[in-house]
């Protein structure tokens, strides 16, 4: 098992650009999850996958889309960025037993909007 | 909607036990975990419980009541290493399927 990798691990982008955010899934985990932490809060729910389809989704603009792959590694895209998006963005997967393992998340990436 | 609540911080002795509470107001509740995160790295599972009770795992436990929306992490014996931040999540399933809400998290400083 390698754990859930994100990358890259920072990232400074200018108000208006778009963003591509990668996330690679611990091995036999078919579900990933995406959110966004801001200093000092909580993770907020984006949005999540199973099996290459999205279900489920929290209060987030459509500008936040993302895309599972086949091999469940995962991306997350923000167009039209904006300076309230500064933030710890972290990816979370999990498998059939997540009730006795959790959901796994990766370090993050942290996304500075200027 | 869904509304957690836990306290802001905490602070509390080497080798005392510490509580921290959580409660919830959610609709399609499926078990509640907490988490543990360190300062730039990632929350780290510490427990999920579904059903009312204690669950105990070594130096950690955590409580839940459903019906009083109520949650516990109990901490014993503490160390210096366990300064972090504490996450309450609610695993919510709306019938498209599972998904975690957070409360705010509870900041730990363990003093010597």
């Known amino acids: 098992e390698t754990g859930v990798t994100q990358s890259p691990t920072h990232l400074i982008k200018t108000r208006g650009q778009q963003v591509t955010l990668r996330c690679s899934s611990q091995s036999g985990h078919n579900t990933v999850s995406w959110y966004q932490q801001a200093l000092g809060q909580g993770p907020q729910f984006i949005f999540q996958?199973?099996?290459?389809?999205?279900?489920g989704r929290g209060n987030f603009p459509p500008r936040f889309s993302g895309l599972q792959f086949p091999n469940y590694s995962s991306e997350l895209n923000v167009n039209a960025l904006e300076l309230d998006d500064s933030a710890l963005y972290l990816c979370?997967?999990?498998?059939?037993?997540?009730?006795?393992?959790?959901?796994?998340f990766g370090s993050g990436t942290r996304l500075t909007v200027v | 909607g869904q509304n957690i609540d836990q306290p802001t911080e905490m602070t509390a002795t080497e080798g005392a036990i510490v509580q921290i509470n959580c409660t919830y107001q959610?609709?399609?509740?499926?078990?509640l975990f907490w988490y543990q995160q360190h300062a730039g790295e990632a929350p780290t599972f510490l427990s999920y419980n579904v059903l009312d009770g204690l669950e105990e795992k070594g130096r950690f436990s955590s409580f839940l009541s459903r019906s009083k929306g109520y949650s516990y992490l109990l901490l014993k014996e503490l160390q210096m290493k366990d300064s972090a931040s504490y996450l309450c999540a609610v695993n919510v399933n709306n019938n498209a399927g599972n998904m975690l809400t957070f409360g705010g998290g509870t900041r730990l400083m363990v003093k010597p």
């Open positions: 996958y199973y099996r290459e389809e999205e279900n």
């Open positions: 959610t609709s399609g509740f499926n078990g």
């Open positions: 979370a997967s999990s498998g059939e037993e997540w009730f006795n393992y959790g959901y796994t």
